[in-house]
Every structure is written in structure tokens, then in C-alpha cells.
């Protein structure tokens, strides 16, 4: 029986046998399910855009039985809140409950991007650097979900 992790954002600790090539240990995948019972794949980064990914072809489909346990699992790509104040080298904090969004890298390390109010604009949005810093996976794990409400320009 396959063990196969559920749909998400992972980080390889091992290769996947027989495509080690492509998914070799310490990269950042996603794991999918295609629609109507079309089985699991695994796919790698395509391009980032907003410090965000978006994936796309080709797919693997996951058949290993197995490998599905060496995956580390992520949280999900997003907007958080940091659950205690950041000192940065050379001065500089990021204070507690502050709004970050969360993106990765290809090897699957979490980078937290600060959100900015810009005073020099009349919009009320909030704004994210495309430069952000890379955080351990002991804060990737602690950071708060901070449910944004998506809407799509027509």
C-alpha cells in the first residue's frame, strides 16, 4: 500500500528514487492531486511572482511507497503574524505580531517579507518588499496565520 503524503508544500530529505535528478534531497516541492481520482504528483517550482509560487508542468506522478514519509512539511504560503519581535544585525526590529508574508526558496527555507505602509501614496494597502529574510525552521513553524481575504481584479 502506498503511504502518500496529502496535497501541500514540502521540503525533500531524500531523493525520490528512480528521479533523484529531479527531486533530489533539500528542495522545495508540491504535492498535488489531480482532479477525479488521477492520483498524487509531485512537481518542483516554476516561476515566483508577488514572493509567491506557481507551479505547472511537467508532473511526476508519486508512486513511491514510501518516500512520502521523508518529506518535511511546510505551512502554506501566505500572511502571518511574527509571535515575537525580531532584532536584525546592524539594529533594526521587526516587532512582535507585525504581518509578514511567508514565501520559500528553492530549497524549501522559509523567507518572511515585512508588510510596509507606504505615507507618500493616498492608498490604503499594505505593501511587501520583494527582498525579504530567510528565518530557521523553528520560527517557520511558530509563525501565526493571519487570514487575508484574497479578491481578484476583474
Known sequence: MLDLPEAGLYRTTQPLPDNESNFPAGVLVYVGEKP???????VR??????????WGEPTTPLRSPT??????????EGFYTLPETLTMEGGGK???NAVVQLGYNGEGRGIIFVAERHES???????FSNRGMMIEDDLLDRLRW????????N
Do not use: H, S
Not at 36 to 42: A, S, W
Open 121 to 127: 501614496t493616498d492608498e490604503n494597502v499594505l505593501q
Open 67 to 76: 518516500w512520502g514519509r521523508t518529506l518535511k512539511k511546510l505551512p502554506v
Open 36 to 42: 477525479n481520482d488521477g492520483g498524487r504528483f509531485v
Open 45 to 54: 517550482p516554476g516561476q515566483n511572482r508577488n514572493n509567491r509560487w506557481y
Open 94 to 96: 521587526w516587532l512582535e
Open 146 to 153: 493571519a487570514p487575508i481575504l484574497p479578491v481578484r481584479d
